[in-house]
């Protein structure tokens, strides 16, 4: 039998431009055994995203801050010392750059991003002055709460749904997937993965993005026939 997956998003299941690989519609809908989903972006894109496979809304979105399993939604963290600490970061010149008009923060319970152009030495100074950190995930910083991680998350979400992590195979490309790689039994970083990544890592795949998660899941199904 295929293992069951918790999958990065971005970097992961996408091309090197950005947009998601339609080899996840290949290989993932019937994909024999639970697939989470574990992104940065906010709740509704892995919810989308779910939906379109044709799979169950199995989610953690935010880094860990959200967690949607079992029609049951959890959020943790603490969205009011975001907004704060982004209030401070902007008062003091800063910008989130992503204009006036966007949805990157619109729908996002638990914390705040910011672009990657914003000035980071500037938000981590005023996340820390607000008892809040920043995480690097590659394509955005995100301004949360200690102690809320996708791995985190993930223990919580196997807790609900009654699945061992231990089972699980981690693909993921960043520093926010190190805790994941940690908490799933076998864990695979991409090649474009960042420092952390391949350092929390069990393996570095030969590839990138979604060349190398796709690479792996076909030998996944292969070794399960």
């Not at 069951?4 to 339609?22: A, C, M, W």
């Not at 989903?37 to 894109?45: E, N, R």
């Not at 994941?180 to 990138?208: I, K, P």
Request: charged letters at 25%.
């Amino acid at each position: 039998m295929v293992p069951p997956l918790v999958l990065d998003i971005d970097g992961t299941l996408t091309t090197p431009d950005h947009r998601l690989d339609s080899r996840a519609f290949e290989l993932l809908p019937n994909w024999d055994a639970p697939v989470v989903l574990a992104t940065g972006k906010s709740f509704p894109y892995p919810v989308a995203l779910a939906h379109f496979l044709g799979l169950p809304e199995t989610i953690i979105a935010e880094n860990g801050g959200v967690v949607y399993a079992d029609g049951r939604t959890e959020f943790t963290g603490d969205p009011e010392a975001c907004w704060d600490a982004a209030e401070t970061f902007i008062e003091r010149g800063g910008d989130l750059g992503w204009g006036t008009k966007t949805t990157v923060n619109r729908w996002r319970e638990t914390e705040v991003a910011a672009s990657m152009d914003a000035d980071e030495e500037l938000l981590r100074e005023a996340a820390a002055e607000h008892g809040q950190e920043v995480v690097d995930t590659g394509y955005a910083y995100h301004v949360k709460s200690p102690g809320v991680s996708k791995g985190v998350a993930f223990e919580l979400l196997c807790d609900i749904c009654e699945y061992d992590p231990g089972e699980f195979v981690a693909v993921g490309d960043s520093e926010n997937d190190a805790s994941t790689f940690a908490t799933a039994g076998e864990s695979y970083a991409v090649a474009n993965a960042d420092a952390a990544a391949r350092e929390a890592t069990d393996h570095v795949l030969e590839a990138g993005y979604m060349d190398g998660t796709a690479a792996l899941l076909e030998a996944l199904l292969a070794d399960a026939e």
